[in-house]
Nanobody, 123 residues
């Protein structure tokens, strides 16, 4: 069983930055690929970024590439998402998710989910 708790969301102006964190309660965090997804009102949940258990494989959605950085600290069981140059279209609830094994870009591949944290970007 993996429990995930996100934090760090908030309201920022366009061009600003936020760092999201996800704390994982699990015995061997490095066994799990982690991902960030987001869901805006009226839209489907979409992939943002993912990285493998040892952070050797990383993938980003085209919409955030060059602006967002995903990282993890396996010693502290934490996942992070640094978001720079935020745009109004980044406004959404952001979720961290975990799956055993390799990375995946589809939400249905992930078994464990956090409760989400709201990110709002004003224009």
């Amino acid at each position: 069983q993996v429990q995930l708790v996100e934090s760090g969301g908030g309201l920022v102006p366009a061009g600003g930055s936020l760092r999201l964190s996800c704390a994982a309660s699990v015995r061997t965090f490095s066994n799990y690929a982690m991902g960030w997804f987001r869901q805006a009102p009226g839209k489907e949940r979409e992939f943002v970024a993912t990285l493998s258990g040892l952070a050797r494989v990383i993938s980003y959605a085209d919409s955030v590439k060059g602006r967002f950085t995903i990282s993890r600290d396996n010693a502290k069981n934490t996942l992070s998402l640094l978001m720079n140059n935020l745009k109004p279209e980044d406004t959404a609830v952001y979720y961290c998710a975990a799956k055993f094994g390799g990375i995946a870009m589809t939400s249905n591949a992930y078994i464990y989910w956090g409760q989400g944290t709201q990110v709002s970007v004003s224009s």
